[in-house]
């Protein structure tokens, strides 16, 4: 049994967000997409829910955090899958007792609870989990 219940989103990585919102209203016929910004890693998203799963666009606005070398490293598209939980604590444990380490929970875009998993070089994506809260 697992604690993973669904694609919580998706995290696309660009470097103009104002560009990548027009790009995926003209192209896919999205939005509205709701803004925001988490200082404390750096970014500036912008998210739009299609069906049950968040696609969220994230862009640096710092010259040197994580996100800013991923993208110099990596090139814009796709950056982070996260699963959605009930319970983010749980779901961590369980996951440990699979062999999966999870980072400190941390706060995420509007009451989302969420931890980084250390996966990047077993399955070769970024994964992480979401609690709403």
Not at 93 to 112: H, I, K
């Amino acid at each position: 049994m697992t604690a993973l219940k669904n694609i919580h989103h998706l995290n696309f990585i660009v470097v103009d967000l104002d560009a990548a919102v027009l790009a995926y209203q003209n192209r896919l016929g999205l939005g509205p997409f709701r803004r925001d910004e988490l200082p404390e890693r750096g970014v500036a998203t912008a998210r739009v829910k299609v069906g049950e799963t968040w696609i969220v666009l994230v862009s640096p606005q710092c010259g040197d955090c994580d996100v800013a070398r991923y993208l110099a490293s990596h090139g814009e598209g796709f950056f982070l899958m996260s699963f959605g939980v009930d319970d983010l604590d749980q779901a961590i444990g369980e996951l440990a007792e699979r062999g999966t380490d999870a980072g400190e929970p941390r706060q995420g875009l509007s009451n989302w609870r969420v931890a980084d998993l250390h996966t990047d070089a077993e399955l070769g994506v970024q994964c992480h989990l979401t609690q709403e809260g």
